[in-house]
Protein backbone atom coordinates (compact mmCIF):
# COMPACT_ATOMS: atom_id res chain seq x y z
CA UNK A 1 0.00 0.00 0.00
CA UNK A 2 2.24 2.93 -0.88
CA UNK A 3 4.96 0.98 -1.90
CA UNK A 4 2.90 -2.24 -3.38
CA UNK A 5 0.19 -0.21 -4.42
CA UNK A 6 -1.09 1.57 -7.58
CA UNK A 7 -2.11 4.80 -5.32
CA UNK A 8 0.40 6.42 -3.31
CA UNK A 9 -0.50 6.05 0.24
CA UNK A 10 -1.42 9.61 0.50
CA UNK A 11 -4.64 8.93 -1.29
CA UNK A 12 -5.11 5.50 0.43
CA UNK A 13 -5.26 7.90 3.78
CA UNK A 14 -7.38 10.15 3.13
CA UNK A 15 -5.22 13.40 1.83
CA UNK A 16 -7.78 14.62 -0.49
CA UNK A 17 -10.31 12.72 1.09
CA UNK A 18 -10.82 9.90 -0.78
CA UNK A 19 -12.03 11.51 -3.77
CA UNK A 20 -13.78 8.86 -5.90
CA UNK A 21 -12.66 6.26 -4.03
CA UNK A 22 -15.76 5.18 -1.93
CA UNK A 23 -18.70 4.06 -4.31
CA UNK A 24 -17.63 1.83 -6.23
CA UNK A 25 -14.84 1.05 -2.94
CA UNK A 26 -11.17 1.47 -4.95
CA UNK A 27 -10.05 -2.20 -4.17
CA UNK A 28 -6.38 -0.82 -2.60
CA UNK A 29 -8.36 1.24 -0.25
CA UNK A 30 -11.26 -1.96 0.43
CA UNK A 31 -7.67 -4.00 1.42
CA UNK A 32 -6.19 -1.45 3.73
CA UNK A 33 -9.10 -1.01 5.63
CA UNK A 34 -9.41 -4.54 6.20
CA UNK A 35 -5.94 -4.43 7.18
CA UNK A 36 -6.79 -1.73 10.02
CA UNK A 37 -9.67 -3.06 11.07
CA UNK A 38 -7.91 -6.60 11.95
CA UNK A 39 -5.65 -4.62 14.03
CA UNK A 40 -8.43 -3.66 15.97
CA UNK A 41 -9.80 -7.45 15.93
CA UNK A 42 -6.01 -8.30 17.06
CA UNK A 43 -7.12 -6.53 20.94
CA UNK A 44 -10.77 -8.49 21.04
CA UNK A 45 -8.74 -11.60 19.90
CA UNK A 46 -6.26 -11.54 22.69
CA UNK A 47 -8.38 -9.80 25.33
CA UNK A 48 -8.25 -11.83 28.86
CA UNK A 49 -12.61 -12.00 29.10
CA UNK A 50 -12.13 -14.88 31.64
CA UNK A 51 -13.05 -13.68 35.03
CA UNK A 52 -11.74 -16.60 36.83
CA UNK A 53 -8.23 -15.78 35.85
CA UNK A 54 -5.48 -13.23 37.27
CA UNK A 55 -5.11 -12.02 33.95
CA UNK A 56 -8.42 -10.85 33.21
CA UNK A 57 -8.62 -7.57 31.65
CA UNK A 58 -5.31 -8.02 30.54
CA UNK A 59 -3.82 -9.59 27.22
CA UNK A 60 -3.17 -13.04 26.79
CA UNK A 61 -0.04 -12.42 25.04
CA UNK A 62 3.14 -10.27 25.54
CA UNK A 63 3.50 -7.69 23.58
CA UNK A 64 6.15 -9.41 20.65
CA UNK A 65 3.92 -12.52 20.25
CA UNK A 66 0.58 -10.29 19.70
CA UNK A 67 -0.07 -10.52 16.09
CA UNK A 68 1.22 -14.11 15.82
CA UNK A 69 -0.79 -15.47 18.52
CA UNK A 70 -3.74 -13.46 16.82
CA UNK A 71 -3.03 -15.09 12.74
CA UNK A 72 -2.00 -11.40 11.86
CA UNK A 73 1.56 -12.74 11.18
CA UNK A 74 1.11 -14.71 7.92
CA UNK A 75 3.25 -15.17 4.97
CA UNK A 76 0.35 -13.79 2.67
CA UNK A 77 0.19 -10.80 5.34
CA UNK A 78 2.91 -8.42 3.86
CA UNK A 79 1.58 -5.63 6.65
CA UNK A 80 4.23 -5.91 9.79
CA UNK A 81 4.27 -3.81 12.62
CA UNK A 82 6.25 -4.47 16.37
CA UNK A 83 3.75 -3.12 19.11
CA UNK A 84 5.77 -0.78 21.28
CA UNK A 85 3.08 -0.47 23.92
CA UNK A 86 0.32 -1.18 25.58
CA UNK A 87 -2.47 0.70 27.05
CA UNK A 88 -5.09 0.87 29.57
CA UNK A 89 -7.93 2.04 31.48
CA UNK A 90 -9.50 1.57 35.03
CA UNK A 91 -12.04 -0.98 35.27
CA UNK A 92 -13.93 0.01 38.00
CA UNK A 93 -15.66 3.51 38.95
CA UNK A 94 -14.11 3.55 42.33
CA UNK A 95 -10.28 2.80 42.85
CA UNK A 96 -11.22 0.87 45.97
CA UNK A 97 -12.21 -2.24 44.16
CA UNK A 98 -8.78 -3.36 42.52
CA UNK A 99 -7.52 -5.03 40.31
CA UNK A 100 -8.26 -1.58 38.47
CA UNK A 101 -6.90 -2.13 35.06
CA UNK A 102 -8.46 -3.11 31.20
CA UNK A 103 -6.20 -3.49 28.46
CA UNK A 104 -7.62 -1.72 26.06
CA UNK A 105 -5.19 -0.97 22.87
CA UNK A 106 -1.90 -0.73 22.47
CA UNK A 107 0.79 1.54 20.17
CA UNK A 108 2.71 0.01 16.93
CA UNK A 109 5.70 1.00 14.67
CA UNK A 110 5.68 -0.43 11.01
CA UNK A 111 9.09 -2.84 10.45
CA UNK A 112 11.32 -2.04 7.95
CA UNK A 113 9.76 -4.70 5.34
CA UNK A 114 6.09 -3.51 6.92
CA UNK A 115 6.81 0.44 6.41
CA UNK A 116 8.29 -0.82 2.57
CA UNK A 117 4.55 -2.19 1.63
CA UNK A 118 3.39 0.41 3.45
CA UNK A 119 5.13 3.54 1.45
CA UNK A 120 6.45 4.80 4.72
CA UNK A 121 6.80 4.43 8.67
CA UNK A 122 3.68 4.02 9.84
CA UNK A 123 2.67 5.08 13.62
CA UNK A 124 -0.39 2.74 14.56
CA UNK A 125 -2.93 3.32 17.66
CA UNK A 126 -5.08 1.05 18.05
CA UNK A 127 -8.25 1.14 20.48
CA UNK A 128 -10.78 -1.64 21.05
CA UNK A 129 -14.82 -1.44 21.93
CA UNK A 130 -16.50 -2.12 24.95
CA UNK A 131 -15.60 -5.16 27.19
CA UNK A 132 -16.92 -4.60 30.60
CA UNK A 133 -19.67 -3.02 32.74
CA UNK A 134 -18.00 0.60 33.61
CA UNK A 135 -16.95 0.82 30.20
CA UNK A 136 -20.77 -0.05 29.46
CA UNK A 137 -21.86 2.56 31.27
CA UNK A 138 -19.74 5.60 29.98
CA UNK A 139 -21.02 4.36 26.66
CA UNK A 140 -24.57 5.28 27.92
CA UNK A 141 -23.36 8.80 29.32
CA UNK A 142 -24.56 11.07 26.80
CA UNK A 143 -24.15 14.50 28.23
CA UNK A 144 -21.75 17.37 26.37
CA UNK A 145 -19.11 18.47 28.23
CA UNK A 146 -16.18 20.95 27.45
CA UNK A 147 -13.01 18.75 26.43
CA UNK A 148 -10.17 21.40 28.12
CA UNK A 149 -7.45 18.75 28.43
CA UNK A 150 -7.46 18.81 24.50
CA UNK A 151 -8.49 22.16 23.72
CA UNK A 152 -7.19 24.55 26.74
CA UNK A 153 -9.26 27.42 27.02
CA UNK A 154 -11.92 26.72 24.75
CA UNK A 155 -15.09 26.05 26.85
CA UNK A 156 -17.36 25.75 23.95
CA UNK A 157 -16.12 22.79 22.12
CA UNK A 158 -17.75 19.98 24.36
CA UNK A 159 -17.58 15.61 23.75
CA UNK A 160 -20.12 13.15 24.78
CA UNK A 161 -19.47 12.92 28.86
CA UNK A 162 -19.33 9.00 29.07
CA UNK A 163 -15.74 8.84 26.04
CA UNK A 164 -14.09 11.75 27.26
CA UNK A 165 -14.21 10.31 31.10
CA UNK A 166 -12.92 7.36 30.13
CA UNK A 167 -10.26 8.71 27.98
CA UNK A 168 -8.88 10.72 30.52
CA UNK A 169 -9.74 8.79 33.36
CA UNK A 170 -6.67 7.63 35.43
CA UNK A 171 -6.32 5.37 39.25
CA UNK A 172 -3.09 6.41 40.78
CA UNK A 173 -2.79 3.38 43.14
CA UNK A 174 -2.80 1.30 40.19
CA UNK A 175 0.89 0.87 37.90
CA UNK A 176 -1.44 0.07 35.18
CA UNK A 177 -3.33 3.23 35.27
CA UNK A 178 -1.74 5.66 37.68
CA UNK A 179 -1.99 7.67 33.53
CA UNK A 180 -4.89 7.72 31.46
CA UNK A 181 -5.49 6.38 28.83
CA UNK A 182 -4.55 9.83 26.84
CA UNK A 183 -1.19 10.24 28.66
CA UNK A 184 -0.39 6.96 27.79
CA UNK A 185 -0.83 6.95 24.13
CA UNK A 186 0.39 10.81 23.62
CA UNK A 187 3.85 9.84 25.39
CA UNK A 188 4.25 6.74 23.43
CA UNK A 189 3.38 8.50 20.14
CA UNK A 190 5.47 12.04 20.84
CA UNK A 191 8.73 9.26 21.17
CA UNK A 192 7.74 7.62 18.15
CA UNK A 193 7.49 10.35 16.17
CA UNK A 194 10.59 12.00 17.73
CA UNK A 195 12.41 8.38 17.08
CA UNK A 196 12.06 8.33 13.50
CA UNK A 197 11.80 12.19 12.33
CA UNK A 198 15.54 11.83 13.54
CA UNK A 199 16.10 9.30 10.93
CA UNK A 200 14.89 11.29 8.50
CA UNK A 201 11.94 8.75 7.73
CA UNK A 202 8.53 9.42 6.01
CA UNK A 203 6.06 9.08 8.49
CA UNK A 204 2.17 8.64 9.22
CA UNK A 205 0.35 8.35 12.26
CA UNK A 206 -3.47 5.77 11.94
CA UNK A 207 -5.43 5.70 14.91
CA UNK A 208 -8.32 3.08 14.17
CA UNK A 209 -11.02 1.50 17.00
CA UNK A 210 -14.28 -0.13 16.84
CA UNK A 211 -17.61 0.99 18.56
CA UNK A 212 -16.61 2.24 21.65
CA UNK A 213 -13.13 2.48 20.76
CA UNK A 214 -13.85 4.23 17.80
CA UNK A 215 -15.33 7.13 19.53
CA UNK A 216 -11.92 7.35 21.31
CA UNK A 217 -9.88 6.83 18.07
CA UNK A 218 -11.80 9.71 16.93
CA UNK A 219 -11.26 11.85 20.41
CA UNK A 220 -7.69 10.54 19.94
CA UNK A 221 -7.12 11.39 16.81
CA UNK A 222 -7.86 15.31 17.10
CA UNK A 223 -5.83 15.96 20.06
CA UNK A 224 -3.29 14.29 18.57
CA UNK A 225 -3.08 17.06 15.56
CA UNK A 226 -4.91 19.90 18.18
CA UNK A 227 -1.87 19.70 20.43
CA UNK A 228 1.04 19.13 18.02
CA UNK A 229 2.12 15.47 18.82
CA UNK A 230 2.05 14.74 14.95
CA UNK A 231 4.29 17.50 14.40
CA UNK A 232 8.46 16.16 15.29
CA UNK A 233 10.22 18.33 18.67
CA UNK A 234 13.27 18.97 16.62
CA UNK A 235 11.51 19.30 13.17
CA UNK A 236 8.05 21.84 13.49
CA UNK A 237 8.19 21.80 9.70
CA UNK A 238 7.18 17.96 9.26
CA UNK A 239 4.38 17.77 10.83
CA UNK A 240 2.69 14.76 9.94
CA UNK A 241 -0.88 13.55 8.64
CA UNK A 242 -3.23 11.65 10.76
CA UNK A 243 -5.46 9.72 9.88
CA UNK A 244 -8.87 7.44 11.72
CA UNK A 245 -10.56 4.93 10.73
CA UNK A 246 -13.68 4.73 12.75
CA UNK A 247 -15.70 0.95 12.23
CA UNK A 248 -18.88 1.52 13.62
CA UNK A 249 -18.73 4.58 15.74
CA UNK A 250 -21.26 6.50 17.54
CA UNK A 251 -21.01 10.41 17.25
CA UNK A 252 -18.25 11.92 19.58
CA UNK A 253 -18.96 15.73 19.84
CA UNK A 254 -21.18 18.30 18.73
CA UNK A 255 -21.06 21.31 16.17
CA UNK A 256 -17.72 23.13 17.30
CA UNK A 257 -16.08 19.56 17.76
CA UNK A 258 -17.06 18.48 14.54
CA UNK A 259 -15.45 22.01 12.86
CA UNK A 260 -12.82 21.54 14.62
CA UNK A 261 -11.66 18.38 13.19
CA UNK A 262 -12.47 19.53 9.78
CA UNK A 263 -10.79 22.92 9.86
CA UNK A 264 -7.49 20.73 10.56
CA UNK A 265 -4.98 20.93 8.16
CA UNK A 266 -3.27 17.66 8.40
CA UNK A 267 -6.16 15.01 9.95
CA UNK A 268 -8.62 12.76 8.09
CA UNK A 269 -10.80 10.31 9.03
CA UNK A 270 -13.30 7.51 7.09
CA UNK A 271 -15.82 6.49 9.19
CA UNK A 272 -16.95 2.59 8.19
CA UNK A 273 -20.86 2.47 9.04
CA UNK A 274 -23.22 -0.52 8.51
CA UNK A 275 -26.93 0.79 6.98
CA UNK A 276 -28.47 -1.41 9.85
CA UNK A 277 -26.36 -0.89 12.45
CA UNK A 278 -28.03 1.34 15.31
CA UNK A 279 -24.72 2.12 16.91
CA UNK A 280 -23.83 4.84 14.25
CA UNK A 281 -26.94 6.75 14.90
CA UNK A 282 -26.41 7.18 18.00
CA UNK A 283 -26.77 9.77 20.60
CA UNK A 284 -29.72 11.05 18.15
CA UNK A 285 -29.25 14.61 18.66
CA UNK A 286 -27.07 17.80 19.17
CA UNK A 287 -24.09 15.17 18.54
CA UNK A 288 -22.53 15.54 14.41
CA UNK A 289 -20.21 13.19 12.75
CA UNK A 290 -16.46 13.70 11.64
CA UNK A 291 -15.11 12.97 8.33
CA UNK A 292 -16.36 11.35 5.50
CA UNK A 293 -18.22 7.74 5.79
CA UNK A 294 -18.12 4.50 3.75
CA UNK A 295 -21.38 3.20 3.85
CA UNK A 296 -22.03 -0.78 3.49
CA UNK A 297 -24.95 -3.30 4.14
CA UNK A 298 -25.36 -6.54 6.01
CA UNK A 299 -28.40 -6.80 4.17
CA UNK A 300 -26.39 -8.04 0.93
CA UNK A 301 -24.16 -10.23 1.98
CA UNK A 302 -25.87 -13.84 1.34
CA UNK A 303 -23.90 -15.75 3.90
CA UNK A 304 -25.16 -13.43 7.57
CA UNK A 305 -28.59 -14.30 9.13
CA UNK A 306 -31.28 -12.42 7.56
CA UNK A 307 -32.81 -9.59 10.27
CA UNK A 308 -35.87 -12.02 9.61
CA UNK A 309 -34.08 -14.91 11.78
CA UNK A 310 -34.59 -12.80 14.74
CA UNK A 311 -34.19 -8.96 14.28
CA UNK A 312 -32.13 -8.24 18.17
CA UNK A 313 -29.88 -10.99 17.02
CA UNK A 314 -29.85 -9.92 13.56
CA UNK A 315 -28.89 -5.93 14.71
CA UNK A 316 -26.36 -7.43 17.10
CA UNK A 317 -24.08 -9.06 14.10
CA UNK A 318 -24.76 -6.40 12.17
CA UNK A 319 -22.16 -4.22 15.32
CA UNK A 320 -19.66 -6.79 15.12
CA UNK A 321 -16.23 -5.75 13.80
CA UNK A 322 -15.66 -9.29 11.77
CA UNK A 323 -19.56 -8.41 10.16
CA UNK A 324 -18.04 -4.92 8.97
CA UNK A 325 -14.68 -6.79 7.53
CA UNK A 326 -16.95 -9.06 5.66
CA UNK A 327 -18.75 -6.32 4.18
CA UNK A 328 -16.35 -4.00 3.22
CA UNK A 329 -14.47 -7.56 1.50
CA UNK A 330 -17.30 -7.48 0.06
CA UNK A 331 -19.08 -4.79 -1.10
CA UNK A 332 -19.64 -3.11 -4.80
CA UNK A 333 -21.50 0.12 -3.77
CA UNK A 334 -23.86 1.32 -1.66
CA UNK A 335 -26.03 1.21 -4.56
CA UNK A 336 -25.65 -2.17 -5.69
CA UNK A 337 -27.36 -5.17 -4.70
CA UNK A 338 -24.12 -7.42 -5.64
CA UNK A 339 -21.69 -9.04 -3.21
CA UNK A 340 -18.31 -10.58 -3.84
CA UNK A 341 -16.23 -11.36 -1.39
CA UNK A 342 -13.24 -12.81 -4.32
CA UNK A 343 -10.63 -14.28 -2.33
CA UNK A 344 -10.23 -11.20 -0.13
CA UNK A 345 -11.70 -12.74 3.24
CA UNK A 346 -13.01 -16.10 4.61
CA UNK A 347 -16.50 -16.58 5.79
CA UNK A 348 -15.75 -18.41 8.75
CA UNK A 349 -13.93 -15.37 10.74
CA UNK A 350 -17.47 -14.21 10.95
CA UNK A 351 -18.54 -16.77 13.62
CA UNK A 352 -14.66 -16.38 15.64
CA UNK A 353 -17.06 -14.47 18.14
CA UNK A 354 -20.49 -14.88 17.42
CA UNK A 355 -22.75 -16.79 15.58
CA UNK A 356 -23.65 -14.79 12.78
CA UNK A 357 -23.55 -17.17 9.37
CA UNK A 358 -26.56 -19.21 7.88
CA UNK A 359 -26.03 -22.76 9.00
CA UNK A 360 -25.74 -23.96 5.88
CA UNK A 361 -22.50 -22.94 5.63
CA UNK A 362 -21.74 -25.42 8.84
CA UNK A 363 -19.25 -23.00 10.42
CA UNK A 364 -19.31 -23.25 14.87
CA UNK A 365 -20.63 -20.35 16.11
CA UNK A 366 -17.86 -18.27 18.70
CA UNK A 367 -14.94 -20.27 17.33
CA UNK A 368 -12.63 -18.35 19.08
CA UNK A 369 -12.26 -19.96 22.30
CA UNK A 370 -8.99 -21.31 24.62
CA UNK A 371 -8.08 -25.05 24.76
CA UNK A 372 -10.36 -26.21 27.86
CA UNK A 373 -11.38 -22.68 28.71
CA UNK A 374 -7.64 -22.56 29.83
CA UNK A 375 -7.76 -25.94 32.22
CA UNK A 376 -4.99 -27.67 32.86
CA UNK A 377 -4.34 -30.93 33.86
CA UNK A 378 -1.68 -32.28 36.24
CA UNK A 379 0.47 -34.58 35.12
CA UNK A 380 1.41 -36.47 38.24
CA UNK A 381 -2.14 -36.58 39.69
CA UNK A 382 -4.50 -35.96 36.94
CA UNK A 383 -6.25 -33.20 38.76
CA UNK A 384 -7.21 -30.53 36.69
CA UNK A 385 -6.57 -26.07 37.44
CA UNK A 386 -6.91 -23.10 35.33
CA UNK A 387 -3.61 -22.47 33.74
CA UNK A 388 -1.75 -19.71 35.31
CA UNK A 389 -2.18 -16.68 33.24
CA UNK A 390 0.14 -13.90 31.31
CA UNK A 391 0.50 -11.05 33.39
CA UNK A 392 2.03 -7.99 31.28
CA UNK A 393 4.36 -5.38 32.97
CA UNK A 394 2.86 -2.23 33.69
CA UNK A 395 3.41 0.76 30.52
CA UNK A 396 6.19 2.16 32.28
CA UNK A 397 7.89 -1.15 32.44
CA UNK A 398 6.76 -2.58 29.14
CA UNK A 399 9.77 -1.06 27.72
CA UNK A 400 11.86 -4.10 29.13
CA UNK A 401 10.02 -7.01 28.22
Not at 193 to 209: L, M
Not at 229 to 257: I, M, Q, R, W
Request: with cysteine; aromatic share 10%.
Amino acid sequence: MGGNSSRPWTELSGETNWKDMLDPLDEDLRMYLIHYGERVQAIGDAYNGQTESEGYGLSLFPRNQLFSEVGLKTDNNPFRYDVTQYFYVPMHETFLLQPDRSWIGYVAVSTDDGSKTLGRRDILVAWRGTEDLLEAMYDLGDDLVPATDIFKDDTDTKIHSGFYGLYRKNDILNPYTKHSARDQVLREVRKQVDTYASKNETISITVVGHSLGAALATINALDIVTNGYNVPTNHPEKACLVTAFPFASPKVGDENFKNKFSSSEKLRALRVTNAIDIVPFLPPIRYYHVGEQLMVDSRKSPYLRPLISGLTGAVAIGHQLETYLHLVAGTQGIDSKEFDLGNRRGIALVNKGWDALKDVYKIPAQWWVAKNKNMVQNGNDGSWSLAAAYIPPPPEDDQNE
